[in-house]
């Protein structure tokens, strides 16, 4: 095999293992935020009956928290279980349990900051057209956060 055919098909298998990468990495993110999702959909639909605070307050979620750490590793801390319910509250509204979820954990908890839906979908939709990272997402009402 001549040195020119040799780096072509390294080139080759080269991009092809990035795209792989990046699809693995896209898909895992995708999974990770749609669990996050349905997570925070359990907990205000079947422990809470629909309620947006729950009545049994934070101790019920202190003991989730305390199960899910030891069967499950580290993510599940009281705050974050806040978050997937809040992440629920925020995106139930206007979608249905097809959504497709395009942007890291990290851009739904930013984005769940911004009070005015329309506001929200607009940066929503803006981060994912220009894949904005965390970083290059500056919303307008950026001193609330």
């Known amino acids: 095999m ?4 040799a780096n072509t098909l390294y080139s ?3 991009d092809l293992l990035h795209t792989a990468r990046q699809t693995v990495v896209h898909t895992v993110n995708q999974t990770m935020v749609y669990t996050y999702y349905e997570i ?3 907990i205000v639909e079947d422990e809470q009956q629909g309620k947006e605070r729950a ?4 101790q019920v979620l202190k003991e989730l928290s305390k199960e899910l750490t030891a069967n499950f590793g580290k993510g599940f ?3 974050n279980l806040q978050n997937m319910r809040q992440f629920y509250l925020s995106y139930s509204i206007y979608e249905t349990t097809s959504r497709k979820f395009v ?3 990290s851009h739904y908890l930013k984005l769940m900051r911004i009070e005015n839906p329309d506001e929200r979908n607009f940066y929503e939709i803006e981060c994912a057209a220009n894949n904005w990272s965390l970083k ?3 919303p307008e009402s950026e001193e609330d956060f």
């Open 2 to 5: 001549s040195e020119l055919a």
């Open 136 to 138: 290059e997402f500056q």
């Open 55 to 58: 009545a049994y307050g934070r």
């Open 12 to 14: 080759k298998i080269a």
């Open 40 to 42: 925070g959909r359990m």
């Open 77 to 79: 801390s009281v705050d």
């Open 103 to 105: 942007l890291s954990w």
